[in-house]
């Protein structure tokens, strides 16, 4: 297992691109605005390993992965993805819908939707 965990991380490092994802904290929904106010923002910059999601995938899916989504794999230890957290990729902001741990792998994977 940690030839596997060495082997991914190591794929992470050298193909993966730098991103940075951000983390909303301690904000309210200000109904006046229609928006979150208050709060502070996050920022962690790692690299990932950036994919779309197969055309069979999103097919036999059932609505839960849409065309434009994308999937994040990291191997940075000192961030892991919450559903919420942002990043912007190709001048679009994307959002966390999911986002799990691989043990095995030592990866994390993060499903990434268009706002």
Do not use: C
Request: glycine content about 10%; cysteine-free.
């Amino acid at each position: 297992m940690d030839r596997l965990k060495t082997m991914s991380r190591g794929l992470v490092r050298r193909y993966g691109i730098p991103l940075t994802f951000s983390r909303m904290s301690g904000s309210v929904y200000d109904p006046a605005v229609g928006a979150l106010t208050g709060g502070s923002t996050t920022t962690y910059q790692v690299r990932v390993l950036l994919q779309h999601y197969s055309p069979a995938l999103i097919a036999f899916s059932n609505g839960l992965i849409e065309v434009h989504d994308r999937k994040a794999t990291g191997a940075d230890a000192s961030y892991t993805p919450q559903p919420g957290d942002t990043v912007e990729i190709e001048g679009l902001v994307y959002r966390v819908v999911e986002a799990r741990d691989n043990t095995l792998a030592g990866t994390w994977e993060a499903h990434l939707r268009p706002m």
